[in-house]
């Protein structure tokens, strides 16, 4: 199928919901071949169905992004990829206190540590052929410190950090490295917070209103498509705006 992103293979994590779903659609549409990656098997498959009725190739890799062992097999199993967005991860609410050393360590383990173990496994393919594009998904609270969010943030922090770190290492071989730092949005995992919760925070943005998943892979899609063939090494904001002080 002919498309800006056609011959591309990007795999995506956490695809099965929310973002990485919408990241996956809209992959399909412009042509890439698609690697859904999730645990959940039976919405895999429906995601790697709505990406097939674009009219592009998609399959399913289950793994636990907890554990580094899966984290290989997925790499493994994705093979070669043009394209990579680290999309998949948790967010837990607790104050320092409340938050055990289990909680620290399954923030950095899934929204750090396997974003890292992917890259150094993708990552010197995509140099060796000369091409790649990565983003990372971020949120307000790397930069901004939000209330009980001290272990969510600082594993984004973390990530943002190694976005610099990585498109310094890759950039001189063509391999682009990107992060989108997300407002809140509509999506399975928020919805768990409740309406009233992703409100509150909302009413932090210029535009008072969360984001659609559709409108946050607008952003990802850019930072992968050739259009931003300058930009690395670069945080995108798309969180709705920073109010002024009034
Ligand atoms: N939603 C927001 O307001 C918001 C704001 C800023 C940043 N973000 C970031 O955007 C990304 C996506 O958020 P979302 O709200 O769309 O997420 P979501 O609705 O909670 O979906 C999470 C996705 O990640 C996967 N996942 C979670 N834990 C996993 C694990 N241990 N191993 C493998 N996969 C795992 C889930 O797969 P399965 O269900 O199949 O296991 C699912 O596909 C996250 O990195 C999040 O931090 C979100």
């Not at 002919?2 to 795999?11: D, H, M, N, R, V």
């Not at 410190?145 to 310094?168: C, H, I, M, N």
């Amino acid at each position: 199928m002919s498309g800006e992103l056609s011959g591309a293979t990007a795999l995506v994590t956490g695809a099965t919901a929310g973002i990485g779903r919408a990241v996956a659609l809209r992959l399909g549409a412009l042509g890439a071949e698609v690697v859904v990656h999730g645990r959940d098997a039976r919405r895999g498959a429906e995601v790697v169905q709505e990406v097939s009725a674009t009219g592009a190739t998609a399959r399913f890799v289950a793994a636990d992004l907890a554990e580094a062992d899966d984290v290989r097999r997925l790499a493994a199993e994705a093979g070669d990829v043009d394209i990579l967005v680290n999309n998949a991860g948790v967010y837990r609410f607790a104050d320092t206190a409340g938050t055990s050393s289990e909680m620290f360590d399954v923030h950095m383990a899934i929204n750090a540590r396997a974003p890292l173990l992917l890259v150094g496994r993708l990552a010197p393919g995509m140099a060796a052929r000369g091409h790649g594009a990565i983003v990372n998904l971020s949120t307000i609270a790397a930069g901004t410190p939000a209330r009980d969010a001290g272990a969510y943030g600082a594993s984004k922090a973390a990530l943002e950090l190694l976005t610099r770190v990585w498109a310094d290492e890759f950039g001189g071989r063509g391999v682009r490295v990107n992060a989108v730092r997300s407002g809140p949005v509509h999506t399975p995992g928020t919805s768990e917070m409740g309406e009233e919760a992703l409100r509150t925070v909302a009413r932090a943005t210029v535009l008072d209103r969360p984001a659609a998943p559709e409108e946050i892979a607008e952003a990802v899609l850019f930072l992968v498509s050739p259009r931003a063939s300058y930009i690395t090494g670069a945080v995108l904001e798309a969180r709705g705006g920073e109010p002024a002080i009034g």
